[in-house]
């Protein structure tokens, strides 16, 4: 789907609450500008579960006319309804996007002959590429190697962006699937993931810092494994800053004392403790970053 650096991007909030779409242009144009290599929208960091369909369609139209075909656009149609996840696929699909990430139900879960019923539902009827999403610690779920191997079968599903954190499973992923491209989805193991043989990652940090994150998974993809180590080891303070709390609540707000206004999280989502506040503004000084 790409190689390189896919942006988990935050929607934007007006302070009535309101998408803020005139800044999702602003945050479109600036990660074409600074070397991300994919735009991920409607995910969990872009609080898509706190968004109306209409809203959804808004800012897909908003993300695909900005961009202009200058980078991959995926976006996130997952649901616990898999009637729902087929209705809005199929509308993502037709205002021009290039790929659709799809998180395990979540809730109510289902069994491994559901999910695997669901994600092929999906896949049936649309035309895309599909990034398969496994965050256990998210939907309660984790997706089995079998489970996989099964889905790996449709020819639209094509990759997995890996949130478990658990490295063993990734290295078992990456054995017996090799048909799915990896994925890293936790920003502290990106360059382990791609020692097992990632393509890439979907990246909260890279909000923050779009270049490092490019940087770090172009140095490991050309062998500079020292390089990428290097990034990898001295941002992950500030990674797992951007973690103390619940995501997105501390992306957006490192986002904010950086200037980039982008409001605050939809409830249940709420205001971030100030200790961690101020161990956000540590990490992100120790850094190079201004606050």
């Not at 991300?36 to 409607?42: F, G, H, K, N, Y």
């Not at 890279?206 to 994150?213: H, L, M």
Request: charged share 25%.
């Amino acid at each position: 789907m790409f190689k390189g650096s896919g942006v988990a991007l935050v929607t934007p909030f007006c302070e009535d609450m309101s998408v803020n779409y005139s800044k999702i242009e602003e945050l479109v144009e600036y990660h074409c500008e600074n070397k991300t290599d994919a735009l991920i929208i409607l995910g969990t960091t872009g609080e898509s579960s706190t968004l109306s369909d209409e809203e959804r369609i808004k800012i897909v139209e908003t993300v695909v006319k900005k961009n202009a075909k200058r980078l991959p656009i995926i976006v996130g149609a997952g649901s616990n309804n898999t009637k729902h996840a087929i209705e809005m696929a199929k509308k993502f699909e037709k205002l021009g996007i290039d790929g659709l990430l799809l998180v395990t139900p979540y809730y109510n879960k289902g069994n491994e002959d559901g999910i695997y019923k669901h994600f092929i539902s999906v896949a049936e009827f649309v035309d895309l590429p599909i990034m398969l999403y496994n965050v256990p610690g998210r939907t309660g779920v984790n997706l089995s190697i079998k489970l996989l191997k099964k889905l790996s079968k449709s020819k639209n599903i094509v990759a997995l962006k890996e949130a478990s954190g658990d490295i063993s499973y990734a290295a078992e992923v990456a054995r017996l699937v090799p048909e799915l491209d990896l994925y890293s989805g936790n920003d502290d193991i990106t360059v382990p993931l791609m020692s097992l043989g990632a393509v890439g990652a979907v990246s909260v940090l890279a909000n923050i810092e779009p270049k490092v994150v490019h940087n770090m998974v172009e140095c490991f993809l050309k062998g500079d494994v020292k390089e990428a180590r290097r990034l990898q080891l001295k941002y992950n303070g500030i990674v797992k800053a951007l973690f103390v709390e619940v995501n997105p609540i501390p992306v957006k707000k490192a986002m904010n004392i950086l200037g980039k206004n982008v409001g605050e999280c939809r409830l249940p989502l709420g205001e971030m403790d100030s200790k961690n506040i101020e161990l956000l503004k540590e990490e992100l000084q120790k850094v190079g970053e201004k606050v």
